[in-house]
């Protein structure tokens, strides 16, 4: 198989999907494109990450167009963060949905928000305490 | 936000899908781990992609665990691959399910497989009549 490419999340609203990503969770659009159908894609990135991730809007004309229901399928998208416990706190001020608020598991620390359709976030990321031993600070 | 680092996807039957995701899609296990509550995690890679999927798998005695059902927040993971026509055929031939055969959509051709939980899988690549115009063959 040739490559990976990137993950195609469904959005009920566009608009607001892609407030959340950009402003929120700070991704930068790199394209947008209409589908034969009239569904509309938008692929973004994060910076620092090669990882894509798009939304995908389907109008009720189209053929995919499906009524929206929460599953099990996507159980999360990840992000790799510095300081789990801060940015928990900036993202559900800037609006994401508290899920689970930071703990520790081993030598990582871990939070959950998720995005205006309801999709879990999970922010990730070195357990500070340690890493401030590790560095002897 | 720091970096966007993989996208996580339930699976109910973690041996299946790992045999799909490997022989099938011809993706590498990176690393595996078992989380506190039980649940556990494998980090796959495809050749010459940086992109990670993570599978998730959840015990009944998970406090994450729920009844599986299909949904819609997951819209589709995306393969960019050379031969759009040629790697349907062989991925249903390995086990995929075929949801969408090849079509054309301007520059570019497509087509939809599913994972044994009905993940949809895009394949997109350059229409290869296109591609042997431009190369003048």
Redesign the interface.
């Known amino acids: 198989?040739?490559?990976?490419?990137?993950?195609?999340?469904?959005v009920r609203d566009l608009d607001r999907s892609l407030r959340f990503y950009t402003r929120v969770?700070?991704?930068r659009e790199l394209l947008r494109g209409t589908?034969?159908h009239g569904g509309v894609y938008v692929h973004l990135?994060?910076?620092?990450?090669?990882?894509?991730?798009?939304l995908?809007w389907y109008p009720r004309s189209s053929p995919h167009y499906?009524?929206?229901?929460?599953?099990?399928?996507?159980?999360?998208?990840?992000?790799?963060?510095?300081d789990v416990p801060a940015?928990f706190r900036r993202?559900v001020r800037r609006g994401a949905t508290p899920r689970i608020p930071p703990w520790r598991?081993g030598r990582w620390e871990l939070a959950f928000v998720s995005d205006p359709?309801?999709?879990w976030i999970?922010l990730?990321?070195r357990a500070l305490g340690l890493r401030r031993k590790a560095s002897g600070r």
């Open positions: 198989m040739d490559r990976f490419a990137y993950t195609g999340i469904r969770m700070g991704m589908m034969d990135k994060a910076p620092g990450s090669t990882q894509r991730l798009e995908n499906r009524p929206y229901r929460n599953g099990e399928e996507l159980d999360h998208l990840a992000w790799w963060v510095r940015t993202l598991e359709d309801g999709i999970e990730i990321g």
